[in-house]
């Protein structure tokens, strides 16, 4: 889990037929929601089971974490966590592609 350190939340193992509106009305019951973005794939636009849901403040955003992770809905229990900071994912990414770029290289060399 990602500590919470901004009012934007990861929401995962989501239902495939949960929809923005769904999640809004869910998160609106904890606090004031300013966003809600299911991801999908963009060629078939079905969901990808997991969405981002923007807060209006931190304090709300630990509020919604505390009463909804875990909490069963639709049949799933959600994961709600605090959502990485752009900089984090870009820089995880590239600690990811780094040993491949260098194995790609030793083996040109060889």
């Given at each position: ?8 939340l ?9 929809s ?15 966003n ?26 630990k509020?919604?974490v ?17 959502a ?20 790609a ?6």
């Amino acid at each position: 889990m990602v500590e919470v350190s901004s009012p934007r939340l990861y929401v995962g193992n989501l239902s495939f037929d949960a929809s923005e509106s769904d999640l809004f009305d869910l998160f609106n019951g904890v606090g004031s929601v300013q966003n809600v973005e299911v991801v999908v794939n963009r060629h078939t636009m079905r969901s990808k089971g997991f969405a981002f849901v923007q807060m209006q403040s931190i304090e709300e955003a630990k509020r919604a974490v505390d009463e909804l992770h875990n909490k069963d809905y639709m049949g799933r229990k959600l994961v709600v966590s605090g959502a990485k900071a752009l900089e984090e994912r870009r820089s995880e990414r590239a600690e990811q592609t780094e040993p491949a770029s260098e194995s790609a290289e030793q083996a040109a060399v060889q």
